[in-house]
């Protein structure tokens, strides 16, 4: 474990910043210092004190307790949606890849019909279809995300069809299905974990922003993106808490999993590794 | 490469009709009457049938799709159901806004990622090495429209010294279209700019350690010589593919961006659109820009083969 | 996002029923500018105003939203208007009659007034506008000249209406958009482009010479215009009106504080006391026509059948916390559709003045099914309106209501409240009308268009029947009340909220004009400080 960590230092710190969010996440109900629905107006928009640490908003609620609280939807989110896109696209494209074919022609115009489609306004669309939720906005994320996963998983099944060892399995009369599950997906897992992290960081922020744009959760669960909508009027007034801890929040969970996923590509993928 | 070419556009036919299939069908499936949204307080019954029957929303959905799309291979978009305007002068009006806040974004983040990526590569693990890649970190880790707010509180409210939104056209006043481009154009960039920076100091990086550099260096080339001539036209092969993204990242980021500071763009109309259900208009920007972002992945495609003759279009896959 | 604007709309008030007694009076007869400094005002000058959004339709015909009557009032004129209290006066007609049967109204039209392109203004091009706003397939003006069944050009200068029958708020309906004159010439030529291009179309104290889509719109002085001041100087005194459209109520706000705007009538409420304290602005505000409520779906099947349930949640809703901690002070606590500028306003009734939580609890334990529990739909992208949702909700919590705030796209609401489908209650608020009937009738009368919450009681239709045929203003008033008592508090077809409140905030390098209760500006009073 110390050799690893001597020699991978980067993944043990953006491990420990992942490993804070989510313990952060579990734990909120024991370590906010309020309910984070709970309005009391008599206390609204203060301004960050002793009593509540990052103020509070125009309804009395505790900004610091919504923050701590939001990691729970956001990670949620972020999990969920990469697991969506991961494992559809995945799927699609070790078919595509191995089946080859006319499903492969069909199947990988499909993708680039998807990718056409700026990101950002295929996600509104589709949580606009679906109804401003955030399990919508979960699919929505996660289907934004499939082209890239099948896009990858593709390419290296290509390149792994010939190789001696699968080609070895084939002639001794291994099933399709198997070469797939025991030759070629362990070796594509690689990449796919450095990029499932960094698409976490991408799904966050994407929620972020579907939420600010009012398509994301349903109030009062606090999120970041959301609160920072709702917080971002009484920015004129200069109280300017109610959106900068959130806003916060967002930029230490995106850079956690950048982080983390820029040191996992580095160890994992020997390619990259040397360069940089 | 010509055949190269000629290939690829014969694949984006069909991928071109799922994306108008797409682009139709998106905003047909969610719930929500353009006609009762255009209507507002105002809900005679018989009023709204003539205005259905006016934009053909009366029609089956089949048919709705095929004069739809029939029109739009002549440019012909229709009108706007909200402003009665026809939505190709609609986007057009909207389109320079766009186009300055885009592209001088772009400049901005090629221009910056360029200078500093190099400058940080060639002194790797000096301050400022270490300053840009904190701030490649930071950039692509801050959400642009949390980015905006920050900017709009400080420089906008707090100190007044750009407005904190609003848009003059260029041509009514320099000065003062200036003056409100700053804040949304550094809003818009600071991500691309730090993917750009991060790519061009890694390829730099990788290619500075090539056997090649070696040699040239070797053989008693001044290091400015050995940069500018063989080492950036390489390490520009892949940074290439990344600006080519990053036009796509910045009209997307553009979205928020437009909303955020109330700027006038098609990002703006694209939103404000599909909140006001009017079909027309959003079909159009959609179907425009997955056509564009697909022309766009093409030109970059073809210009990584100039750039590095070694890739043989022929064995590509699309 | 496009919610409802929640503004007023302009209907008049008071049923003169007998002749206009101010025959001829001029346009400022009423209204001489607040705090003006003594003497002829000064003459010329630009002013920027901040609105809230881009108009959108020019053509009165088609338009539907508040935001464009901001501009119509600028560049046309109607046949009546209102004063700053609310009160009908003339305009293009300089008095009318109302036969005592209530079915023919005649005009007397000023001779003096021609289009801005130099068309004359005169009674046929009356009958050729209204009969334009009744029979254009599409015209959003249709339902609010129904009742008319013919237009009568009798001499250039006299106009007679034939209703089909006795009709009070029609005279309301002339002051707004089915009353605004547009010369025929310009629009033939305009065609389907005249509703965004329509350049010196009216008759107004402003010509519009510019618009550009979401950027700027220019209204230039009509140095003809037939309105005069007090002192018989010439209107308007402003050369030149610029509108910005500026969706941030923050970054208009910003506008008038550094100058780059010196207009704006929509202001956040937690602007407000600094907008008061600011030395260099002034702010003016007024009750409004608009009202804000809590929309039931009371059709059968659904949880708000029960009428008690309603009663309940009205008992235990802090109406004035809403306007304190939700508003901030704008508007004020209402319980029911006519506001307190309406004639027929009942300053004593307040069924519900303060919260009632054990009376809450009650009716519901009366119902017997077990705890209150609702969906409250609210429109997505409005963090204003998100507030006064939960505000309600911590409220209703106290009397042990549970509502869950849903929120919904615009769109989609509006969907569901047209179908009556929704789930339990919705939030949109209501502009508001300068007659209490169109604050009313289609709101609770059976089966009318925005009767969202399939409100039907025979009495109230009844009523506000009354209210419709009868031209005595006494009458009207005891009708008005006696069925705002039934669909607001004995059998509710609505929680009822408040109303809202007419705002003018201005630069003090203009001198501003009173704020009228419909919420428009007077450009034609305003002139810049000396």
Redesign the interface.
């Known amino acids: 474990m110390s050799e690893f960590a001597r020699r991978n230092p980067r993944i043990i710190i953006g491990g420990a910043l992942v490993a804070m969010l989510v313990l952060a996440a579990i734990f909120a109900p024991l370590i906010s210092p309020y309910d984070p629905t709970a309005a009391d107006p008599a206390v609204s928009l203060e301004g960050p004190g002793p009593q509540h640490w990052l103020g509070t908003d125009d309804l009395g609620r505790d900004v610091l307790s919504r923050t701590i609280w939001g990691a729970r939807i956001s990670l949620s989110v972020g999990l969920i949606a990469v697991g969506i896109g991961l494992v559809v696209g995945v799927s699609l494209g070790l078919l595509a890849g191995y089946a080859g074919g006319l499903f492969d022609l069909v199947a990988m115009r499909g993708i680039d019909a998807l990718l056409a489609f700026p990101a950002l306004i295929l996600a509104i669309a589709i949580t606009s279809a679906l109804g401003p939720r955030i399990e919508n906005a979960m699919i929505a994320i996660g289907v934004v995300a499939i082209p890239l996963y099948t896009r990858l998983t593709r390419g290296q099944v290509l390149s792994m069809r010939e190789r001696e060892f699968v080609t070895a399995a084939r002639t001794v009369g291994a099933t399709p299905f198997r070469i797939v599950a025991r030759h070629i997906f362990p070796n594509i897992t690689n990449p796919l974990v450095v990029q499932a992290t960094l698409s976490i960081a991408f799904a966050i922020l994407a929620e972020a922003s579907l939420s600010f744009l009012g398509l994301g959760s349903q109030p009062p669960a606090p999120t970041w993106g959301f609160d920072i909508n709702y917080g971002q009027r009484y920015l004129s007034n200069l109280k300017w808490w109610m959106s900068v801890g959130p806003g916060l929040a967002i930029f230490v969970a995106v850079f956690a999993f950048n982080f983390l996923g820029d040191a996992l590509r580095d160890a994992l993928d020997p390619r990259l590794r040397r360069s940089v | 490469m010509g055949t190269y070419i000629i290939r690829r556009l014969v694949?984006m036919v069909?991928?071109a009709f799922?994306?108008s299939v797409?682009a139709f069908a998106?905003?047909r499936?969610?719930?929500?009457?353009?006609v009762?949204?255009?209507?507002?307080?105002?809900?005679?019954?018989?009023?709204l049938d003539?205005?259905r029957?006016?934009f053909g929303l009366d029609q089956p959905l089949p048919a709705q799709y095929v004069t739809w799309v029939t029109r739009a291979i002549r440019f012909d978009f229709g009108?706007s159901i909200?402003?009665?305007?026809p939505v190709a002068e609609?986007i057009l009006?909207?389109f320079p806004a766009t186009l300055e806040l885009g592209g001088i974004a772009l400049v901005l983040s090629i221009a910056v990622g360029l200078l500093i990526g190099t400058l940080s590569a060639l002194r790797r693990n000096s301050p400022l090495d270490l300053a840009a890649s904190g701030f490649t970190?930071?950039g692509?880790?801050?959400?642009n429209?949390?980015l905006g707010?920050?900017l709009?509180?400080v420089f906008?409210?707090?100190v007044?010294v750009f407005?904190?939104?609003?848009?003059t056209?260029l041509k009514d006043d320099v000065a003062d279209n200036l003056r409100h481009l700053v804040l949304p154009a550094v809003t818009l960039a600071t991500a691309s700019m730090a993917v750009n920076l991060r790519q061009v100091r890694?390829?730099l990086?990788?290619v500075l350690?090539q056997e090649y550099m070696r040699t040239a260096r070797a053989k008693g080339l001044r290091e400015a010589v050995v940069v500018a001539r063989h080492a950036l036209k390489n390490a520009l092969i892949p940074v290439v593919t990344i600006f080519g993204l990053q036009v796509?990242a910045i009209?997307?980021g553009a979205?928020?961006t437009e909303?955020v500071f109330?700027w006038?763009g098609v990002g703006?109309?694209?939103?404000?659109s599909?909140?006001?259900?009017d079909y027309p208009v959003?079909q159009a920007?959609?179907l425009l820009?997955?056509?564009s972002?697909?022309f766009t992945t093409l030109v970059v495609d073809v210009l990584y083969g100039v750039l590095d003759p070694r890739i043989s279009f022929g064995r590509r896959?699309? | 996002m496009g919610q409802l604007t929640r503004r007023p709309m302009p209907l008049l008030a008071v049923m003169a029923l007998v002749l206009a007694a101010c025959a001829g009076g001029s346009p400022a007869g009423q209204g001489s500018a607040s705090g003006a400094p003594a003497g002829k005002p000064a003459a010329g000058g630009t002013v920027t105003m901040a609105l809230e959004d881009d108009p959108i339709n020019f053509d009165p015909l088609l338009s539907r939203a508040f935001i464009d009557r901001n501009v119509h009032y600028q560049i046309y004129d109607s046949l009546v208007r209102i004063d700053e209290n609310g009160k009908i006066i003339p305009w293009l007609a300089t008095k009318w009659d109302i036969a005592t049967d209530g079915k023919t109204v005649t005009f007397s039209l000023r001779t003096d007034v021609k289009y801005h392109d130099g068309t004359p203004f005169d009674a046929a091009s009356v009958k050729w506008n209204l009969d334009r706003y009744r029979t254009t397939a599409g015209s959003q003006r249709s339902g609010e000249l129904a009742p008319i069944e013919s237009v009568q050009a009798v001499d250039p200068a006299t106009v007679k209406l034939n209703l089909k029958a006795p009709f009070a708020p029609l005279l309301a309906s002339l002051v707004d958009r089915a009353g605004m004159m547009v010369s025929q010439k310009a629009v033939e030529a305009g065609g389907a482009d005249f509703t965004r291009k329509a350049f010196k179309a009216g008759t107004g104290p402003f010509m519009l010479t510019e618009a550009v889509k979401d950027d700027h719109i220019t209204l230039e002085r009509n140095p003809s215009w037939w309105g005069k001041d007090k002192d018989g100087n010439q209107l308007p005194y402003l050369d030149k009106v610029v509108v910005k459209p500026i969706k941030s109520s923050d970054v208009r706000f910003t506008n008038l504080r550094t100058g780059d705007a010196q207009v704006a009538n929509n202001i956040a409420g937690k602007d407000v006391p600094t907008a008061k304290s600011d030395s260099s602005l002034s702010y003016q505000e007024k009750p409004a026509y608009s009202f804000r409520s809590m929309i039931p779906n009371r059709a059968k099947g659904f949880l708000f059948e029960e009428a008690r349930y309603i009663k309940a949640v009205s008992l235990a809703v802090d109406r004035k916390e809403l306007v304190d901690k939700g508003y901030f002070g704008l508007g004020v606590p209402g319980y029911g559709t006519i506001a307190p500028p309406h004639f027929a306003f009942d300053q004593g009734f307040k069924p519900f003045e303060k919260p009632d939580v054990d009376a809450a609890k009650k009716l519901v334990q009366e119902v017997g099914k077990g705890p209150l529990a609702f969906k409250f739909l609210v429109s997505s992208g409005d963090p204003a309106m998100l507030t006064i949702a939960q505000l309600i909700q911590a409220q209703l919590k106290k009397a042990d209501i549970t509502m869950d705030i849903e929120q919904v796209e615009f769109a989609k609401i509006l969907d569901l409240q047209t179908a009556h489908t929704f789930k339990d209650m919705t939030f949109i608020g209501w502009s508001g009308r300068v007659d209490p009937d169109g604050n009313t009738y289609d709101h609770v009368y059976t089966g009318r268009p925005n009767n969202d919450s399939s409100y039907s009681n025979k009495q109230v239709d009844q009523l506000l029947d009354q209210t419709r045929t009868t031209n005595d203003e006494a009458k009207r008033k005891d009708a008005f009340r006696q069925a705002e008592k039934i669909y607001a508090q004995d059998d509710p077809a609505r929680v009822w909220l408040g109303f809202g409140a007419a705002q003018l905030l201005t630069s003090k390098k203009v001198v501003a004009p009173p704020v009228y209760p419909d919420q428009i500006v007077r450009f034609e009073l305003m002139s810049m400080a000396k």
């Open positions: 694949l069909p991928v799922l994306v797409i998106l905003l499936l969610t719930p929500g009457d353009p009762i949204v255009y209507a507002g307080e105002e809900r005679d019954p018989a009023t003539a205005l029957q006016e009108r909200r402003t009665r305007q609609a009006e909207r970190l930071a692509v880790s801050l959400p429209f949390f707010l920050v709009i509180l906008g409210l707090a007044r407005p904190p939104g609003g848009y056209a890694s390829s990086l990788d350690g796509g009209l997307e979205v928020i909303q109330s006038p703006k109309l694209a939103v404000d599909i909140a006001g259900r959003v920007i959609v820009s997955a056509l972002f697909m896959s699309a």
